[in-house]
T-cell receptor, first 114, second 109 residues
């Protein structure tokens, strides 16, 4: 059981380049998320998908697009990378029941934009 | 929306001592409060959580307490060990999970 798998693990981009971060989960979760983590800022939600076919903006969506390809996969795209997007990106998935929303994270993708 | 504040931002303890990390939340409708541990170079991992109908939960050396009236909850780690050194995040959720900014815990041998 792999859980949440994201690729690539490390990437260096030049300003203006585009790239897609891939994420897949094998836990049959309905909801998936993309977070970014910066020093002193904690985990900030970029986009989330409550279920297949739906996506919604989180706290910091500017400069990003997402695609919920199917129930398993949720990709994050940077169309024109900027140095401010240098960060660690985490994909996550969750099930939601009446008593809460337990989220499981991937191992992270380290992105540097130069 | 929910706002979660976490204190302290850094905490240093001697091995064997206890560590306490506190969080406050703003949305009285929040009903789920997880704690995550993040080791260097890895993703956050859930270590314990508490639902709003429970005041305290324990799992070996880790415990979480919740005070709904005051809207705060705390993580307690007893008999700390060097492998407890990590960043800890609290979260509050009604539907969407909001995280605190994290606490860097260092356990000195």
């Amino acid at each position: 059981n792999a859980g949440v798998t994201q690729t690539p693990k490390f990437q260096v981009l030049k300003t203006g380049q585009s790239m897609t971060l891939q994420c897949a989960q094998d836990m049959n979760h309905n909801s998936m998320y993309w977070y970014r983590q910066d020093p002193g800022m904690g985990l900030r939600l970029i986009y989330y998908s409550a279920s297949e076919g739906t996506t919604d903006k989180g706290e910091v969506p500017n400069g990003y697009n997402v695609s919920r390809l199917n129930k398993r996969e949720f990709s994050l795209r940077l169309e024109s990378a900027a140095p401010s997007q240098t960060s660690v990106y985490f994909c996550a998935s969750s099930y939601f029941d009446r008593s809460g929303n337990t989220i499981y994270f991937g191992e992270g993708s380290w992105l540097t934009v130069v | 929306g929910e706002n979660v504040e976490q204190h302290p931002s850094t905490l240093s303890v001697q091995e064997g001592d206890s560590a306490v990390i506190k969080c406050t939340y703003s949305d009285s409708a929040s009903n789920y409060f997880p704690w995550y541990k993040q080791e260097l170079g890895k993703g956050p991992q859930l270590i314990i959580d508490i639902r709003s109908n429970v005041g305290e939960k324990k799992d070996q050396r880790i415990a979480v307490t919740l005070n709904k009236t005051a809207k705060h909850f705390s993580l307690h780690i007893t008999e700390t060990q060097p492998e407890d050194s990590a960043v800890y995040f609290c979260g509050g959720s009604n539907y969407k999970l909001t995280f605190g900014k994290g606490t860097l815990l260092t356990v000195n041998p």
